[in-house]
């Protein structure tokens, strides 16, 4: 999918956030527009950032069934869609349904359907040669037919036309039962409906969004670094193993429990790497995949690793004889003697390099010939500030891999330059 605006627009004017998006031109057809805007009602950031990323689901979810065209839905999905339509419908009446003589007389419609029905039986005639629909299929298309096409529209989903019927008079159904319980409601039973338990839960039609699709997608927008995609590739593979769901969308933070506790309790891993690497790359990923409107939810959010203290034996640096040791070394000859080679004058300065920097090793190594220049520091003499020439490096991510990913200059100390 194209992507849009990653986060929520202030109107200029009142202040209220807004999502907008651009439509691809791919389908913009379908959609019928060249942009979506919606109002996400709120003033607050924090409010709309939640708001943004579930319309931005649902939005990337249509345009996903829209890109698919046509598809092909099971006996359960088309129930599923029926269910959508009754929850809908009880939802939008509860709190004040009226009159209970209104909803008693709604459901008249699935009686008087069912009988119409049974009446006409299967015998041809001209409406159903002609449309495919009897006349008491008709009826019902006339009655919840642009329902129907609303619900599918909200979904993305183009059906075919014998789908769109099976939704239809799925609805009869479902309406009725419906209006029962907003009867029931407007005499004051607020009791659970036993029948709303009878819609299963809809299941995305066509391809799945695997963890691989998932994990390409972060790689071509976010662009991590080399390390960082050789660190968490295959962690994400084991995690999509163990886990064996078709769908990231799927995922539960059960799943992930159980995941984490597998790491923890089987492996050799110590728990710190379990949570700087293996849940922090899932969380990282799933949080990403849930702002770009992927995922509704991030399922690695919540979760913890309990890495318990270690003792401190010593001091985190160098003592001053390892130092010593480490430095002495460069300018020992190689033992055992090795012919020489370019690098092997070069290799002994990384050391002090190093040292007088506080760079990292790769960083030394990685310098090329312009990142060494003169410059100038601004130092105080005699109560004065003057310029004082300096050498510097200049280490930046055009070169490899740097901390942060962020480029800095360091002046080098005169030991180096003398």
Request: charged share 30%; aromatic share 8%.
């Amino acid at each position: 999918m194209a992507l849009g605006m990653a986060r929520p627009q202030k109107h200029p004017r009142t202040g209220v956030y807004w999502y907008r998006r651009r439509v691809p031109d791919r389908l913009r057809a379908a959609v019928g527009k060249t942009e979506e805007v919606r109002s996400l009602h709120t003033k607050d950031p924090a409010v709309a950032r939640e708001r943004f990323a579930a319309v931005a689901a649902e939005i990337d979810e249509r345009w996903r069934n829209l890109a698919r065209g046509p598809v092909a839905l099971s006996h359960e999905q088309v129930h599923a869609l029926a269910g959508e339509l009754y929850r809908a419908e009880v939802e939008a009446n509860r709190a004040n349904p009226g009159s209970a003589q209104h909803w008693a007389s709604a459901q008249f419609f699935a009686e008087f359907f069912a009988h119409a029905r049974q009446r006409e039986g299967t015998k041809p005639n001209g409406l159903r040669l002609t449309t495919g629909w009897s006349p008491a299929e008709a009826m019902a298309k006339g009655r919840y037919g642009d329902l129907v096409d609303a619900l599918l529209a909200k979904h993305g989903l183009q059906v075919r036309p014998e789908d769109r019927k099976r939704i239809v008079l799925a609805a009869v159904d479902a309406m009725r039962d419906a209006h029962g319980q907003l009867q029931r409601n407007a005499e004051g039973d607020y009791r659970p409906d036993p029948q709303a338990e009878r819609f299963p839960p809809l299941k995305r039609p066509g391809r799945p969004l695997t963890m691989q699709a998932l994990w390409d997608d972060y790689k071509d927008l976010k662009k991590p670094s080399p390390s960082t995609v050789k660190r968490w590739e295959p962690v994400l593979h084991k995690m999509a193993a163990f886990v064996d769901a078709a769908d990231v969308r799927d995922i539960t933070e059960d799943d992930l429990i159980c995941w984490r506790d597998h790491l923890v309790k089987t492996s050799k891993l110590d728990p710190k790497t379990v949570k700087g690497v293996y849940i922090a790359a899932v969380s990282a990923v799933f949080r990403w995949g849930k702002g770009q409107g992927k995922l509704k939810v991030n399922p690695a959010a919540e979760i913890e690793v309990t890495v318990p203290g270690k003792d401190e034996v010593r001091e985190k640096g160098f003592k001053d004889w390892e130092a010593r040791t480490i430095l002495s070394a460069t300018l020992a000859p190689p033992s055992p003697p090795s012919p020489p080679s370019p690098l092997s004058t070069p290799r002994r300065w990384v050391p002090w390099l190093c040292a007088y920097t506080g760079a990292r090793v790769n960083e030394i190594t990685q310098l090329r010939g312009q990142d060494v220049y003169q410059g100038s520091l601004v130092q105080k003499e005699n109560g004065c500030e003057v310029e004082v020439p300096y050498y510097f490096i200049k280490i930046t991510p055009e070169a490899g891999r740097v901390k942060n990913r962020r480029f800095r200059e360091v002046p080098l100390h005169d030991h180096l330059v003398e």
